[in-house]
């Protein structure tokens, strides 16, 4: 975002970069790219980088997360995804943030130690998700022990309780966590209860934590309470137009920052009626940098070509992808 401090610079852990708790950079998610026999195509992650970087000025990202379907490869592949990612994305990504959530605590330790190996910026977990934790200190326990197994690496808690139906709230969690988890950076925060998210800035005002946001449609509330960067499955493909709502934001420019997230809302609005997931997301990346990203791994199915003649045919009449015959002539283009 300009005019603000970038978000991630590599290689040193963020905290001792930043100066102030304006630091929002959005920090862009990935999509896996899996070939049609359902093995994943990692000759294509080099051209994602290039086309994140140069097309959607997007240079930080978070792997194998949930647009990543992280959950859905084997441990092998996560570090071979995210040697990959690391390799190619030196001198071109700031940081790159290692998702290493599992269900078994040695699983998720083990893609932490080689996350660290391997030289990424950063990891991420979120709450095991079978067996749960209950409470907050069952919770802190688990990840005390992820983050022990890399502790110089920068370590944030991927608050998603949608899918992980934990339920515990983060404003609690983050209570005295850097007693717990000296290497505890920050959050991100995929969660519509912008209560919790503004009590988890409010409360921590003085501790330089990132607050990265995951409500990609509601991105603008989330500044106005303090987000500090946004990691979201759109910004794929609409990390341009994102980021002209963060530079209204940033230059108080709060009427063009909304017309901005109404934009990009009037793309979600549509594509969430239509059936919108991970599945869909890779096809409309797909669509739109002409990188084959492949199909989903069971148990999720590809997106139907309706569905992807519906969103190119929106992205069009939004101006978000160019369309001579509709340029001039539609009362939606946001652009
Ligand atoms: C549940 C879900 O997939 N949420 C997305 C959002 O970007 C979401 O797709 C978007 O806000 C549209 O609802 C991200 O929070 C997920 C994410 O950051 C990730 O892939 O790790």
Not at 158 to 173: D, F, Q, S
Not at 186 to 214: E, M, P, Y
Not at 222 to 237: C, E, I, P, R
């Amino acid at each position: 975002m300009l005019g603000h401090e970038p978000l991630w610079k590599a290689p040193a852990p963020l905290a001792g970069l930043l100066t102030t708790l304006k630091h929002a950079f959005p920090k862009w998610q990935l999509g896996l790219v899996v070939s049609h026999a359902l093995e994943i195509n990692f000759s294509v992650i080099g051209r994602y980088v290039d086309y994140l970087v140069e097309e959607q000025g997007v240079k930080n990202v978070f792997v194998n997360g949930t647009t990543g379907e992280g959950l859905s490869l084997s441990i092998s592949e996560r570090c071979r995804v995210a040697e990959e990612w690391v390799t190619k994305g030196r001198n071109k990504l700031d940081q790159i943030v290692i998702h290493v959530g599992a269900l078994s605590l040695k699983e998720s330790q083990e893609l932490a130690q080689h996350a660290a190996e391997i030289g990424a910026d950063g990891i991420a977990v979120i709450a095991p998700f079978f067996l749960k934790p209950w409470n907050k200190d069952a919770l802190i326990n688990f990840l005390k022990e992820v983050a022990a197994a890399a502790p110089a690496l920068p370590f944030y808690y991927y608050h998603i309780p949608a899918l992980t139906g934990v339920k515990i709230r983060a404003e609690e969690l983050l209570d005295g966590i850097q007693d717990k988890i000296p290497s505890f950076q920050g959050l991100k925060f995929s969660d519509t209860d912008l209560l919790d998210f503004g009590q988890c800035v409010d409360q921590n005002r003085q501790r330089q934590f990132a607050f990265l946001f995951g409500v990609d449609e509601q991105l603008l509330s989330a500044l106005v309470m303090g987000a500090t960067g946004a990691v979201g499955s759109t910004y794929n493909y609409l990390g341009k137009k994102t980021k002209q709502m963060l530079e209204a934001f940033e230059r108080k420019d709060f009427s063009s920052a909304l017309s901005h997230q109404f934009c990009i809302q009037r793309f979600i609005n549509f594509v969430v009626k239509l059936g919108f997931g991970v599945s869909q997301t890779k096809a409309i990346m797909t669509l739109v940098s002409g990188i084959p990203m492949g199909p989903p791994r069971l148990p999720l199915q590809k997106a139907s070509r309706e569905f992807t003649d519906n969103a190119e045919a929106k992205l069009k009449s939004l101006d978000f992808l160019s369309c001579t015959d509709l340029k001039g002539g539609d009362m939606e283009a946001c652009s």
